[in-house]
């Protein structure tokens, strides 16, 4: 249980265009989900906690009219990333919350690689 | 703030030698604490976690105690495995951080045949 997926895995774009990244959980409701961007060989970054039915919060720094999220239901959000230049170019991981014995955890989806050329 | 530290990598062994990758913390109260590991090209799995102090997390061989009075949770595993390289993260979840996870910067554990 406690599946995240997420689609595309990879996406390849010109530069200029829009990519929208689905995250799903496939087993079970999340109120919230978390989107991260993680450079390579580096950590993760937290870019936003996406809640079901209201807006997004974004972290400092992150421009929220570039990385649109919608929190439709509770078993999707999506990031769409507008206007994409190279330097958006990165893995971009979701997690979503659920409760798991006693706590919330977070569980990640496999990541999408997104290259800007 | 809170904060997660971790050894820097790649962290290179031999099949079967004995592994610890260190982790410290900074936090006000009590996180929760945890291990993610990211295999190539994945996301993140979690590997371990404690909630509380003198907790002792284990899944797969891996172990980490919660050790509130050094501020630590490093992990352990006695015998590692090829199958073990990958990178791995502490994290930790305060306790009034609205649910949001503080990542240590990663280790990358690179095991020999």
């Known amino acids: 249980g406690a599946v995240v997926s997420q689609h595309p895995s990879r996406v390849i774009c010109k530069s200029g265009t829009s990519v929208k990244i689905e995250c799903r959980s496939l087993d079970f409701q999340a109120t919230t989900m978390f989107w991260y961007r993680q450079f390579p060989k580096q950590s993760l970054m937290l870019m936003a906690t996406?809640?079901?039915?209201?807006?997004?919060?974004?972290e400092q720094g992150v421009e929220k009219d570039k990385f649109l999220i919608n929190h439709a239901s509770l078993t999707l959000s999506t990031l769409t990333v507008t206007s994409a230049h190279p330097e958006d170019s990165s893995f971009y991981i979701c997690?979503?919350?659920?409760?798991?014995?006693?706590?919330?955890?977070?569980?990640f989806g496999p990541g999408t690689r997104l290259t800007v050329l | 703030g809170n904060s997660v530290t971790q050894m820097e990598g790649p962290v290179t062994l031999s099949e079967e030698a004995f592994l610890t990758i260190n982790c410290t913390y900074t936090a006000t109260g009590y996180p929760s604490l945890f291990w993610y590991v990211q295999y190539p090209g994945e996301g993140l799995q979690l590997l371990l976690k404690a909630t509380k102090a003198d907790d002792k997390g284990s899944n797969k061989g891996f172990e980490a105690t919660y050790r509130k009075e050094t501020t630590s949770f490093h992990l352990e595993k006695g015998s590692v495995q090829v199958s073990d390289s990958a990178v791995y993260f502490c994290a930790l979840r305060g306790n009034n951080a609205g649910n949001m996870l503080t990542f240590g910067g990663g280790t990358r554990l690179m095991v020999k045949p």
């Open positions: 997690s979503a919350e659920y409760l798991a014995g006693g706590i919330n955890e977070q569980f």
């Open positions: 996406s809640n079901e039915g209201s807006k997004a919060t974004y």
